[in-house]
């Protein structure tokens, strides 16, 4: 699964929605309809699960049956990661919160039935402090202002709070004095980073950072293993079905102790360190080189031995295993949004693993590589949808490939 960046591009949006969704939509949030993040608001949540499960069994039809679709028991305030864009009205006061969908109109956002609460009130308490300290927002047209982006993170099982500033320089007058005055607000918070992002580009963090107060990093707990998370670092934004996801993946691929397994496109290990306790080995790769840091790092942190990670490209990865007849028992593949490549997937087939759980953020390019696993001689067994991101459009969903015998 790989998180989209920003709500208002996880559909084409809200136009053309029937009436009745759009009025019960508008009564629970005031700028539904136009941020373009939560396309299913005005929906009861059963209804969208099922439209989700239909979704899903549409699109795979003949390819893979589906088991169901896991949903929460309460769909709102899931996101662990909060980012809000600063800029001003047309009456100059300062304003927070997304770009509207298909453009760069910053939407004022004071609450998001989505996201998480105490991040929406540190954001905040930012945008009530900035004319205090004389802090002048980033104005994209001109290129003058400092401060153009706020991110938070909270690690809901530790409770601990990252705090990202993004700056169009690294100059931040009276720095010092303003974090103090941020905590006086929020002792919670753990960790300030100031982020320097100077291009003109629509990437929300630059290259180079400050660690203004704290460790620069949170920790957090998913299925009983220990994360570090940087302000870069890729973490599912909804931990909650995180879980259910994860386990859901382990359940598929029905590890016994022995087994060799690839984590494939890793990110910070957190697949193949929840797998690594019941599997012989675990062979983590990622392209990302911070990613791979962080995921030594955690297979450190939980005193996992049995897990490497390799910086590399996955397929051509694969295919130096198999070139040196290297076995491979089970493979867990979690692309980003376009889906696997040939490349990989052929690779994939070349260990001889037994088993293909894959993960898929995008049914639709899961419909397209399952079609061409089968090609291979990989059969899509069975898959479950699980909702990452309720009141939107987005479904999420794992599938399990055995190997077809001969």
């Known amino acids: 699964m790989r998180e989209i960046q920003n709500k208002g591009d996880q559909n084409k949006g809200t136009k053309g929605m029937a009436p009745a969704l759009r009025s019960q939509g508008q009564k629970l949030c005031p700028v539904f309809g136009v941020c373009g993040g939560c396309q299913l608001l005005g929906m009861s949540y059963e209804e969208q699960l099922a439209r989700k499960k239909e979704q899903l069994k549409k699109l795979l039809k003949g390819i893979c049956p589906i088991e169901g679709m896991l949903g929460m028991k309460d769909p709102f305030h899931y996101r662990n990661k909060v980012h809000a864009v600063f800029d001003r009205d047309r009456r100059g006061n300062i304003i927070s919160g997304i770009y509207q969908e298909s453009s760069h109109r910053v939407v004022h956002v004071e609450r998001c039935l989505i996201e998480d609460e105490k991040s929406d009130e540190i954001i905040g308490t930012i945008r009530g402090m900035l004319k205090s300290f004389k802090i002048r927002t980033y104005d994209e047209d001109t290129g003058f202002g400092l401060l153009r982006h706020v991110l938070v993170r909270r690690a809901f099982a530790t409770g601990e709070i990252m705090v990202v500033l993004v700056t169009a320089s690294p100059v931040f007058p009276s720095k010092n004095h303003f ?228």
């Open 179 to 406: 974090i103090k005055a941020l905590r006086e607000y929020h002792p919670e918070i753990t960790t300030v980073v100031q982020n320097i992002n100077g291009r003109g580009t629509s990437m929300v963090l630059g290259d180079k950072e400050h660690v203004l107060f704290g460790k620069g990093y949170i920790e957090d707990v998913l299925c009983g293993c220990r994360f570090r998370i940087s302000s870069r670092s890729f973490y599912q934004v909804n931990p909650t079905q995180t879980e259910v996801l994860y386990k859901k993946a382990m359940e598929y691929a029905g590890l016994t102790g022995k087994e060799t397994v690839v984590d494939a496109y890793c990110g910070i290990g957190t697949i193949g360190l929840v797998a690594a306790g019941n599997a012989g080995r675990v062979i983590g790769v990622e392209l990302n080189p911070d990613a791979v840091r962080d995921a030594v790092h955690n297979a450190k942190l939980n005193q996992i031995k049995n897990a490497r990670f390799y910086c590399n490209d996955a397929g051509r990865f694969l295919t130096q295993m198999a070139a040196q007849g290297e076995k491979v028992d089970v493979v867990m593949m979690d692309p980003p949004r376009s889906g696997s490549t040939e490349e990989f997937m052929r690779a994939a087939a070349k260990t001889g693993a037994e088993k293909i759980v894959y993960i898929s953020c995008n049914p639709e390019t899961l419909a397209r590589d399952l079609r061409f696993m089968k090609k291979l001689g990989y059969k899509a067994v069975k898959g479950v949808g699980v909702d990452m991101f309720c009141e939107t459009e987005h479904v999420e969903c794992v599938v399990l490939m055995s190997k077809v015998k001969e």
